[in-house]
């Protein structure tokens, strides 16, 4: 049965980098599978972030793609998410996730998410 | 990109009511939509993938229906562990995925 916890600092100051950690457990990453990011602003709706298939296939969100990128870590079975030149719009509770299969479509399991706050 | 819309914001239904609730996709995603439910605190949890497949251990009193552009999810009576948020998310179009704004399903 596949888990994932994600992990990263709570605070990050504007105009800097925010760095999480998704450590995976049940299932080796490089055996296959797509992962992603998926993020929440407090009291709103979903927005998805970005994917990748262990074979190395990266899919971004449009809207964040210039900001994010996402890597794996395969011999800890983590992958990462680094989002630049945060402001207070990037406050929000992210998860990592997982379809458990070679395709990219919807998601389950997901790891229980971290709350990241921008601020001074 | 799609822009899934979801209606009600908000559903007042009694327990053991019905509860009926639609997702609408600006342009056709065929049967590639899930449907999640949320809870307070929690992460979102798979419900219906396919449009209309229950996933593992869903109840079946959680069914869904549709394709192209509307899609419903229909709980049949309301038990307390529902009431929640209920997001609808297509999968037939990306990058990027895209979620609805979401359901919430609270007690009237």
């Known amino acids: 049965q596949v888990q994932l916890q994600e992990s990263g600092p709570g605070l990050v100051k504007p105009s800097e980098t925010l760095s999480l950690t998704c450590t995976v457990s049940?299932?080796?990453?490089?055996?296959?599978?797509?992962w992603g990011w998926i993020r929440q602003p407090p009291g709103k709706g979903l927005e998805w972030i970005g994917s990748?298939?262990?074979?190395?296939?990266?899919y971004y969100n449009p809207s964040l793609k210039s900001r994010v990128t996402i890597s794996v870590d395969t011999s800890n079975n983590q992958f990462s998410l680094k989002l630049s030149s945060v402001t207070a719009a990037d406050t929000a509770v992210y998860y990592c996730a997982t379809r458990g299969a070679a395709t990219l479509d919807w998601f389950d399991p997901w790891g229980q998410g971290t709350l990241v706050t921008v601020s001074s | 990109e799609i822009v899934m819309t979801q209606s009600p914001a908000t559903l007042s239904v009694s327990p053991g009511e019905r509860a009926t609730l639609s997702c609408r996709a600006s342009q056709s995603v065929s049967s590639n939509l899930a449907w999640y439910q949320q809870k307070p605190g929690q992460a979102p949890r798979l419900l219906i993938y396919?449009?209309?497949n229950r996933a593992t251990g869903i109840p079946a009193r959680f069914s869904a229906s549709g394709s192209g552009t509307e899609f419903t999810l229909t709980i049949s009576s309301l038990q307390s562990e529902d009431f929640a948020v209920y997001y609808c998310q297509q999968y037939n179009n990306w990058p990027p995925l895209t979620f609805g704004g979401g359901t919430k399903v609270e007690i009237k």
């Open positions: 396919g449009a209309s």
């Open positions: 990748f298939y262990h074979s190395g296939s990266t």
């Open positions: 049940g299932y080796s990453i490089s055996s296959g599978y797509y």
